[in-house]
């Protein structure tokens, strides 16, 4: 009750102000700096967040593609709009208490516009940018969402050997790459853009504290490949 009085009063407060006039342009850069690293533009291909592709109209937490809506997102009963998207962006987590989204907000009025006007209208087929970041090596950028279909030989590995508390992955170019075992996750992206099976990758994680992921296509894999020696 407590949560759906919040809601009622964000919405009611949103009615009564009037929006700033959105410039898409402006809103196609704060697309790309806000919201690119965690949703798509493309149609049920879902990243950290789900994708915002036909998102005019939508009812939150209804994309049945996207399977990690919390509860309280789900029970919301927000429909994405103009009047809901501008005191979602302000401040999602009081907008609907308990969700799981932890960007913090926009809280610049005409930058909310601008983004609002950008994806009321952006094609349903964009392309995410990458996000600045950095690179390990020769190995992809940080911040991009890669493609792993397709590797080069520095970012194929090959075996995992783990001693004491090191990780040494070998790639395909020859190469043994040493990493502190705090510094190093193993993920599984069975997606498009996934790794094909038995060709997991090596990726720059760009994240405080890692240095780099093993991304495999399916979690049997890591038993085969990740091995105690010394």
């Known amino acids: ?106 809280k610049e009025a005409q930058q909310r516009a601008d983004l609002i006007a950008y994806l009321k209208q952006a094609p349903t087929t964009a392309q995410a940018q990458p996000a600045p970041g950095g690179q390990m090596g020769g190995m992809m950028g940080a911040q991009a969402v890669p493609n792993l279909k397709r590797l080069d030989d520095d970012e194929r590995v090959t075996s995992v050997r783990y001693c004491g508390d090191t990780y040494r992955v070998a790639t395909a170019d020859g190469k043994v790459h040493e990493f502190w075992e705090r510094n190093l996750r193993f993920k599984t992206d069975s997606g498009s853009d996934g790794p094909q099976k038995g060709a997991p990758a090596l990726v720059a994680a760009g994240m405080m504290g890692d240095r780099a992921d093993v991304i495999f296509a399916a979690p049997d894999e890591m038993t085969g490949i990740v091995t105690p020696e010394c």
């Open 1 to 106: 009750m407590r949560a759906a009085a919040t809601l009622a009063a964000a919405l009611a407060a949103t009615a009564t102000t009037a929006v700033a006039q959105g410039d898409t342009s402006r809103g196609t850069r704060y697309y790309n700096q806000a919201c690119s690293a965690c949703h798509s533009l493309q149609p049920d291909r879902n990243m950290t967040g789900p994708s915002l592709a036909h998102l005019w109209g939508r009812k939150a937490g209804s994309l049945a593609s996207f399977r990690r809506y919390s509860p309280a997102l789900k029970s919301s009963d927000v429909t994405w709009d103009d009047r809901t998207l501008d005191p979602w962006l302000a401040d999602p987590a009081h907008f609907i208490p308990g969700n799981r989204m932890t960007f913090p907000g926009i």
